[in-house]
Nanobody, 128 residues
Framework: QVQLVESGGGLVQAGDSLRLSCAAS????????MGWFRQAPGKEREFVAA????????YYLESVKGRFTISRDNAKKTVSLQMTSLKPEDTAVYYC?????????????????????WGQGTQVTVSS
C-alpha cells in the first residue's frame, strides 16, 4: 500500500507563486511515475502535470505550461509542483497520484485511470 501526503496549499493572490509537495511511502518510488491533478468545484478531476519515474520526462496541461514545473527527488521520495503566475482559474483541490511501479523509467501518464494511489488533496485558492 502506498500513502501519499500533499502539503503546501493555501490562499494566494493572482500572480503569486506556490509550491506543492507530496511525500510518498512507497518502497518502489524510484520506479513509479507520478502526477498532479486538480478538481475545481462542480468540475471533473483534471490532469495538471506528470513526471516519469526517472524524472527525465515531464508533461503538462497546456494552460499551465511555462507557469508550473513538476519535479521529483527519488532519494527523498517526494514530488513537487512549483506554481508561478497563479490565476484565479487555478483554484482547485490539488491531488498527488502514483502509478504502479514499472520497468519503463521514461513513461508518464495523463489518464487518471493509470494511477493507482491518490493523496487526500490540498486546497489552492487564488484570489483576483
Amino acid at each position: 500500500q502506498v500513502q501519499l501526503v500533499e502539503s503546501g496549499g493555501g490562499l494566494v493572490q493572482a500572480g503569486d507563486s506556490l509550491r506543492l509537495s507530496c511525500a510518498a511511502s512507497a518502497r518502489t518510488f524510484s520506479s513509479t511515475a507520478m502526477g498532479w491533478f486538480r478538481q475545481a468545484p462542480g468540475k471533473e478531476r483534471e490532469f495538471v502535470a506528470a513526471i516519469s519515474s526517472s524524472g527525465d520526462t515531464t508533461y503538462y496541461l497546456e494552460s499551465v505550461k511555462g507557469r508550473f514545473t513538476i519535479s521529483r527527488d527519488n532519494a527523498k521520495k517526494t514530488v513537487s509542483l512549483q506554481m508561478t503566475s497563479l490565476k484565479p482559474e487555478d483554484t482547485a483541490v490539488y491531488y498527488c497520484a502514483a502509478s504502479r511501479p514499472s520497468a519503463y523509467s521514461g513513461r508518464y501518464y495523463i489518464n487518471p485511470d493509470q494511477y493507482n494511489y491518490w493523496g487526500q488533496g490540498t486546497q489552492v485558492t487564488v484570489s483576483s
